[in-house]
């Protein structure tokens, strides 16, 4: 049985992970519910696989972000769980994601070929994996090997940025999973993709 590749992410309501020049900072900080629940899917992950983009922004912060000052309880979970958690980064131009060995934190660098490797890693033993980025995702989703999408859609419209989803060859049907409102208007949908 393969294992089980989850797609999350947070997007605006117009469908963009970052807006223009990759700001992030539309989403502001999550409430603690929302914080909680991705949280949850991170600690029920035993892999984490990152493009080089995503890698660079959370790894900019995690590996301290519970010796921040004012970091929460919540924060300081996540930051440990993060450091803990296997990660894999994919990335075509190594020398801005680091060399192997260079990235730290349980994390190993794959600079060959993303769809060959997410197979390999999908066929192995093990629990749930996400994957984080949206080249490196619309690469999986491409070749089929995201089984569920977790999308926060948050109450704010940016015109344009990175789409949380990338142009696909094919339709990919979806049953959905789970609708849940969190504060602030934010809204989960979580769909799996059908087989």
């Known amino acids: 049985m393969a294992r089980k590749l989850i797609f999350g992410m947070n997007q605006t309501l117009d469908g963009y992970i970052a807006a223009p020049g990759d700001d992030i900072g539309w989403s502001g900080p999550p409430s603690d519910e929302l914080f909680r629940w991705w949280l949850d899917q ?7 696989l990152y493009g080089r983009k995503l890698w660079e922004t959370m790894s900019a912060y995690w590996p301290t972000g519970d010796q921040q000052p004012g970091a929460t309880p919540l924060e300081a979970e996540f930051a440990r769980n993060w450091r803990d958690t296997p990660k894999v980064v994919f990335s075509s131009t190594s020398d801005k994601a ?7 934190w349980n994390t190993r660098l794959v600079t060959g070929d993303a769809v060959a490797e997410i197979t390999r890693l999908k066929a192995g033993d ?3 994996m ?7 995702a619309g690469a999986a989703v491409r070749a089929g090997l995201v ?8 109450p704010v419209l940016v015109g344009g940025g990175t789409p949380f989803f990338a ?3 094919s339709q990919v049907h979806l049953d959905l999973v789970e609708t849940r409102t969190f504060p602030g208007g934010v809204v989960l949908t979580r769909y799996a993709t059908r087989r």
Not at 98 to 104: D, F, R, T
Not at 147 to 154: G, I, K, L, R, S
């Open 126 to 128: 093990g629990g749930p």
């Open 98 to 104: 680091g060399k192997a060995g260079e990235l730290g």
């Open 42 to 48: 991170e600690l029920a992950s035993e892999l984490t």
């Open 167 to 169: 142009a696909l060859d």
């Open 147 to 154: 089984d569920e999408y977790a999308v926060a859609t948050h």
């Open 130 to 136: 996400t994957i984080g980025g949206a080249t490196l």
